[in-house]
Each structure stands twice: as structure tokens, then as C-alpha cells.
């Protein structure tokens, strides 16, 4: 096997659901000088937390060829819907919530029967 090829299914898991599992594919590119093979044979499940986490490695290493390969299509596409997803990034409507505060669960249940 090329020395630029990380074996997901080796170095992590065939499941794998971290984002801490992205620090170790981090630490297997930091070895790299111009190109990274990311192998995902033998994978069978990524998590969102991790896909999100490695799309960030990714970005991380802007001076190295990164090339994910035997990727199944549910690896694929959990990777490839998080990637869309950062593309277009949450607009959060600033709302005029109201934060009530209770002194104890007495209070909090006259409230929550309560139709105001």
C-alpha cells in the first residue's frame, strides 16, 4: 500500500460516528508532504459529527491533494450532504424570546398549566 493512503477502516473503524475520530485522520495527514489517499474500503457508516469534523481537516490542509476513494454510497452521501450544507450556512432570526426564570418546580408547573 502507497504510504500516502489512509486506511479509514484500519486506523479508526468500519463504524465510524466521532468527531474525535476526524483528530485521528488528522494526525495520520500531518505525516503527508503533497498528497493524501483517504480509503474508506471496508467502511460502512460515517456519522454527521464526523463527516462535519473531516470537512474541516480537509480545509485544514490547503497545501495537500486530498482524494477520498471506495467510498460507499452512504459514506458518500452522508459527506457529500454535510459538505452541501456548510455551503449555505444557518441565518438565524433574531426573535423577541422571552426567558422566564422560576424559583421552583411549583411555579414552573402554574406556568406551563397556565394559558398566558
Keep these: ?15 465510524v460516528r466521532s468527531r474525535s475520530n476526524a483528530d485521528i485522520v488528522r ?5 503527508m508532504s503533497d498528497k493524501a489517499i483517504l480509503d474508506f474500503s471496508g467502511v460502512s457508516f ?6 462535519d469534523e473531516l470537512c474541516s481537516v480537509v480545509e485544514h490542509f490547503h ?4 482524494v477520498m476513494i471506495n467510498m460507499s454510497d452512504v459514506v ?9 450544507g456548510r455551503k449555505n450556512k444557518r441565518v438565524r432570526i433574531n426573535d423577541e424570546s422571552v426567558i422566564k426564570e422560576f424559583d ?5 408547573l402554574k406556568f406551563l398549566n397556565s394559558e398566558a
Excluded: G, P, Q, Y
Aim: no cysteine; glycine share 0%; net charge positive.
Design 1 to 15: 500500500m502507497e504510504s500516502n493512503v489512509i486506511k479509514i477502516s484500519s486506523l479508526i473503524s468500519s463504524d
Design 27 to 31: 494526525n495520520a495527514m500531518m505525516r
Design 46 to 51: 460515517v456519522s454527521r459529527s464526523f463527516s
Design 63 to 66: 497545501n495537500l491533494t486530498i
Design 76 to 84: 458518500r452521501n452522508m459527506i457529500e450532504i454535510v459538505k452541501n
Design 104 to 108: 421552583n418546580i411549583d411555579s414552573l
